[in-house]
């Protein structure tokens, strides 16, 4: 009767951990969507323009957006570097 008790509230467990992670993959998504990609590259840009490095900048974009992946903060700065060799 015990161990049926603790498969119970295990399974209820992982339900819930499915749960939440459903749901906070949702929040990630709509928060994507309500972003202005325009101001990430404007703080990239001030980070470049401070002669940071590229490790430096990529982490002080992270941590002023959190919500972006380290390979999306690897493509802005791909992107802006792309379009700074072009200028050039």
């Not at 499915?18 to 709509?30: D, G, P, T, V, Y």
Request: net charge positive; aromatic share 6%; hydrophobic share 50%.
């Amino acid at each position: 009767m015990g161990t049926l008790i603790i498969w119970v509230f295990v399974v209820a467990l992982l339900l819930m951990n499915i749960a939440l992670r459903i749901e906070n993959k949702k929040l990630k998504a709509s928060l994507l969507l309500k972003r202005d990609p325009t101001e990430q590259l404007a703080f990239l840009k001030d980070q470049m323009a401070q002669n940071k490095s590229k490790v430096e900048a990529i982490k002080a974009l992270r941590q002023h957006y959190p919500e972006l992946s380290l390979v999306e903060a690897s493509q802005l700065w791909q992107s802006l570097n792309v379009s700074n060799i072009d200028k050039k």
